[in-house]
T-cell receptor, first 115, second 109 residues
Framework: GAGVSQSPSNKVTEKGKDVELRCDPISGHTALYWYRQSLGQGLEFLIYFQGNSAPDKSGLPSDRFSAERTGGSVSTLTIQRTQQEDSAVYLC?????????????FGSGTRLTVV | RKEVEQDPGPFNVPEGATVAFNCTYSNSASQSFFWYRQDCRKEPKLLMSVYSSGNEDGRFTAQLNRASQYISLLIRDSKLSDSATYLCAGPFGNEKLTFGTGTRLTIIP
């Protein structure tokens, strides 16, 4: 596609429910990143994919968070048993290069609200 | 020390003025640096890349000082539309970008 596409754009869920967030990177981009941004806060790294493998998942805050990428393209971030502190904007980015040397392009994000 | 630090501001600057803000970093291994612009409730968008000493694009100039380990962003003849949060970022030896917390800029008519 022309840009990084994320869905849904907004998600309101009840505490304790599971949610899935989707990211469709720019076609041909091999690297894919997930970040989250809480209200008024900076960007917090979650996980990085190169192809379908995740060399760096050091930012996942707990074992309730998991992510996968299939076909070297679409990625899904899953949050199980959501908590109120999970409320944030979840941003996906992709990059043509294998590293972040050239920077990357963000999607418009999924705004998650846990009530 | 944080990998990258920015003055959070806010910077309130009159229209037409020149404004500059810095971003300091702790890891000297990085070969590339970036300035991103983030509007309220929007995603960050790449504004400028810096790979050597500096880069200029119209009213915007980004400079890199490796000896003192900081990058700067200069905006000349500021416009109301320049109001946003500016984030600096770098890989700092990793395969992912680490972002500063951002500097909030408001251009006043």
């Amino acid at each position: 596609g022309a840009g990084v596409s994320q869905s849904p754009s907004n998600k309101v869920t009840e505490k304790g429910k599971d949610v899935e967030l989707r990211c469709d990177p720019i076609s041909g981009h091999t690297a894919l990143y997930w970040y989250r941004q809480s209200l008024g806060q900076g960007l917090e790294f979650l996980i990085y994919f190169q192809g379908n493998s995740a060399p760096d998942k050091s930012g996942l805050p707990s074992d309730r968070f998991s992510a996968e990428r299939t076909g070297g393209s679409v990625s899904t971030l899953t949050i199980q048993r959501t908590q109120q502190e999970d409320s944030a904007v979840y941003l996906c980015a992709s990059s043509l290069a294998e590293t972040a040397f050239y920077g990357y392009t963000f999607g418009s994000g999924t705004r998650l609200t846990v009530v | 020390r944080k990998e990258v630090e920015q003055d959070p501001g806010p910077f309130n600057v009159p229209e037409g003025a020149t404004v500059a803000f810095n971003c300091t970093y702790s890891n000297s291994a990085s070969q590339s640096f970036f300035w991103y612009r983030q509007d309220c409730r929007k995603e960050p968008k790449l504004l400028m890349s810096v790979y050597s000493s500096g880069n200029e694009d119209g009213r915007f100039t980004a400079q890199l000082n490796r000896a003192s380990q900081y990058i700067s962003l200069l905006i000349r003849d500021s416009k109301l539309s320049d109001s946003a949060t500016y984030l600096c970022a770098g890989p700092f030896g990793n395969e992912k970008l680490t972002f500063g917390t951002g500097t909030r800029l408001t251009i006043i008519p």
